[in-house]
T-cell receptor, first 117, second 116 residues
Framework: AQKITQTQPGMFVQEKEAVTLDCTYD???????LFWYKQPSSGEMIFLIY??????QNATEGRYSLNFQKARKSANLVISASQLGDSAMYFC??????????????FGSGTQLTVLP | NAGVTQTPKFRVLKTGQSMTLLCAQD?????MYWYRQDPGMGLRLIHY???????AKGEVPDGYNVSRLKKQNFLLGLESAAPSQTSVYFC???????????????FGEGSWLTVV
């Protein structure tokens, strides 16, 4: 079974509107971290937001927020007031304490977001 | 503010040639990683290192070798390149310890490799 599932290969949103990118995960660990990265067409991986499994509050970073529903094992990214520069590929990733000795990230397949003017 | 630096950024190889990708980080991170990214897929871990002189296999290690002779450098080698190794390669690094917002994984800008 996939550890990280992103079911939306592509999404469109109108400029200035909010958009939710879905992410579900699978783990048997109680302690884990969830990350979202943005990859623009230039290719670099940009860290956006982090949610720890024990964090009671949903993480927020500027226009980004993470809708964390632990019982449902979902960690959706919400982007408010979309901007043209938000057009990019978005990856959800998970870091588990015992997935390997280096606690490496496991990535989903990504969602390509296009913001329309 | 160099962070994680990868060289080269672009390379075209012929089948059977060898090459080495160099990753350097200036954040004193213990952990370093090599990922590959193929079209329509997320990043997959090739090899990783938890410290100087140590390396371990990740999800897709076949056809690659790595070395971590210095803490700040992590080298990825292709001994005999194959077209299936055409991909974008990302190096990353992080601190060990408990996961938190301050313990994220930092990525280099990627290296585009084409094997013809």
């Amino acid at each position: 079974a996939q550890k990280i599932t992103q079911t939306q290969p592509g999404m469109f949103v109108q400029e200035k509107e909010a958009v939710t990118l879905d992410c579900t995960y699978d783990t048997s660990d109680q302690s884990y971290g969830l990350f979202w990265y943005k990859q623009p067409s230039s290719g670099e991986m940009i860290f956006l937001i982090y949610q720890g499994s024990y964090d009671e509050q949903n993480a927020t970073e500027g226009r980004y927020s993470l809708n964390f529903q632990k019982a449902r094992k979902s960690a959706n990214l919400v982007i408010s007031a979309s901007q043209l520069g938000d057009s990019a590929m978005y990856f959800c990733a998970m870091r588990e304490p015992y997935s390997g000795s280096a606690r490496q990230l496991t990535f989903g397949s990504g969602t390509q977001l296009t913001v329309l003017p | 503010n160099a962070g994680v630096t990868q060289t080269p950024k672009f390379r075209v190889l012929k089948t059977g040639q060898s090459m080495t990708l160099l990753c350097a980080q200036d954040m004193n991170h213990e952990y370093m990683y090599w990922y590959r990214q193929d079209p329509g897929m997320g990043l997959r871990l090739i090899h990783y290192s938890v410290g100087e002189g140590t390396t371990a296999k990740g999800e897709v290690p076949d056809g690659y070798n790595v070395s971590r002779l210095k803490k700040q450098n992590f080298l990825l080698g292709l001994e005999s390149a194959a077209p299936s190794q055409t991909s974008v390669y990302f190096c990353a690094s992080s601190f060990p310890g408990l996961m938190s917002s301050g313990n994220t994984i930092y990525f280099g800008e990627g290296s585009w490799l084409t094997v013809v």
